[in-house]
C-alpha cells in the first residue's frame, strides 16, 4: 500500500489556520488512512492508503475544508519524489534550515523567476513542480516577493530530510 506524505498550506502559521496535530491525525484516520503520523506542527502527515493519488487529495482537501471551514491547500509527494527534492538541492553551500523548498500543486509558468524581488540576496531556482529558496539571512525578515510561490507551501531542507526519513520507516514497516 503506497505511503503518501501530505504537506498543508498555511497551517499553525502566523496564528491562522489553527489545527492541532492530534486532530489532523484523527482526521487521517476517519478518512480510512493507516499508519498515521504527523511532524511537527506545520501540516506535515504522513499515511497509507489505497486510493489513488487524486482520491487521497480530494477527499483529505474535503474534510479539511469541513473543519476548517475552507480547504488550507494539500500538496501530496511520495518518498521518492521528495528524495530526488533532497537529491536536486541547488546551493551547495546554503545552511539546510535557510534553504526552503516551496511545493506547488503544478510546475509553475516558465516566466515566474521574472518577476522575482530578491532584496536580501536571496537566490531561487525552479525544478519541477518545487522551487528552493536560500535565505542567506534567514527567511524570517526577508522581503523576498515572488508570485509563483502563492499556490504552494514551504519547507525548510532539514524537514524535507526528516520527512523522507519517516517515509522510509513507514514504507519498511509494511514491506
Keep these: 500500500m503506497p505511503v503518501y506524505i501530505a504537506l498543508l498550506r498555511a497551517i499553525n502559521v502566523g496564528g491562522t489556520g489553527m489545527l492541532p496535530m492530534a486532530e489532523l491525525k484523527a482526521t487521517c484516520e476517519g478518512l480510512g488512512f493507516t499508519d498515521v503520523k504527523t ?40 518518498r521518492r519524489e521528495l528524495k530526488k527534492v533532497i537529491d536536486k538541492a541547488p546551493f551547495a553551500n546554503a ?52 508570485p509563483a510561490l502563492k499556490p504552494g507551501t514551504s519547507r525548510n531542507l532539514n524537514t524535507v530530510r526528516k520527512l523522507v526519513e519517516l517515509a522510509a520507516e513507514l514504507e519498511e514497516s509494511g514491506a
Design 95 to 146: 545552511k539546510p534550515k535557510f534553504l526552503l523548498v516551496t511545493f506547488l500543486p503544478e510546475p509553475p509558468p516558465a516566466d515566474a523567476l521574472d518577476k522575482l524581488v530578491a532584496p536580501d540576496g536571496e537566490e531561487v531556482q525552479i525544478s519541477g513542480r518545487e522551487i528552493y529558496i536560500h535565505f542567506p539571512n534567514g527567511s524570517g525578515k526577508s522581503k523576498l516577493k515572488l
Design 39 to 78: 511532524y511537527i506542527q506545520s501540516g506535515n502527515v504522513l499515511f497509507r492508503s489505497e486510493l489513488s493519488e487524486a482520491e487521497v487529495q480530494k477527499r483529505l482537501e474535503d474534510a479539511l475544508a469541513e473543519r476548517m471551514g475552507k480547504a488550507p491547500g494539500v500538496i501530496l509527494r511520495s
